[in-house]
């Protein structure tokens, strides 16, 4: 989150994130830039595959929960975040996971090489070997905090209270002088 240097004088207006396996259409930057008129985070692709997110949405909702350290859901946590603190200008189009509130009218990625029934690594990695040992923990973190399962959005989610409210972090940024 440092694309945006600072709160009170962010150096852009958008700061986008991506996994580094996504295609972009040619002119969804524009559509984007367009849509962050109505929507202050906007998700789209499986998981945290793309997001992207103004100021506004930063100072009303906060930043990913620092105890999620590894693959699993944080991505479930922050969009469910998103639609209790910001829902008029959420964008969450997870269909994947069943994750949807306030969907794009457009695609914007295509996700041949991000396809969510390919694996995306492989036994012995490095990185599965990191999921494995800390996905049990993400679970525990998610279903301290969250009445249903990762993979499913409560019914009205925009109603959802938190069960376990812990300290998100990241003072530093969020607290600046």
């Given at each position: 989150?440092?694309?945006?240097?600072?709160?009170?004088?962010?150096?852009?207006?958008?700061?986008?994130l991506?996994?580094?396996?996504l295609?972009?259409?040619p002119?969804?930057?524009?559509k984007?830039?367009?849509k962050?008129?109505?929507?202050d985070?906007?998700?789209?692709?499986?998981?945290?595959a793309?997001?992207?997110?103004?100021?506004?949405?930063?100072?009303?909702?906060?930043?990913?929960?620092?105890?999620?350290?590894?693959?699993?859901?944080?991505?479930?946590?922050?969009?469910?975040r998103?639609?209790?603190?910001n829902?008029?200008?959420?964008?969450?189009?997870?269909?994947?996971?069943?994750?949807?509130?306030?969907p794009?009218?457009?695609e914007?990625?295509?996700?041949?090489?991000?396809?969510?029934?390919?694996?995306r690594?492989?036994?012995?990695?490095e990185?599965a070997?990191e999921?494995?040992?800390?996905?049990?923990?993400?679970h525990?973190?998610?279903?301290s905090?969250?009445?249903?399962?990762?993979?499913?959005?409560?019914?009205?989610?925009?109603?959802t209270?938190?069960q376990n409210?812990?300290?998100?972090?990241?003072p530093?940024f969020e607290?600046?002088?």
């Amino acid at each position: 989150m440092d694309g945006f240097r600072s709160l009170k004088n962010p150096d852009c207006d958008i700061v986008v994130l991506c996994q580094n396996d996504l295609e972009f259409n040619p002119d969804v930057f524009d559509k984007i830039v367009e849509k962050h008129k109505e929507f202050d985070f906007i998700t789209y692709g499986a998981g945290d595959a793309y997001h992207s997110y103004t100021v506004d949405s930063v100072k009303k909702v906060g930043l990913w929960d620092e105890r999620f350290c590894a693959i699993g859901c944080h991505d479930g946590d922050y969009f469910i975040r998103n639609v209790i603190t910001n829902p008029e200008r959420s964008s969450i189009n997870d269909s994947h996971h069943g994750r949807v509130h306030k969907p794009l009218d457009f695609e914007i990625l295509d996700l041949v090489a991000c396809h969510p029934t390919k694996r995306r690594f492989k036994e012995g990695e490095e990185i599965a070997i990191e999921h494995s040992k800390w996905g049990r923990f993400m679970h525990k973190v998610y279903r301290s905090k969250w009445p249903d399962p990762a993979r499913n959005w409560p019914k009205n989610v925009e109603k959802t209270v938190m069960q376990n409210p812990q300290p998100i972090l990241y003072p530093y940024f969020e607290l600046e002088k």
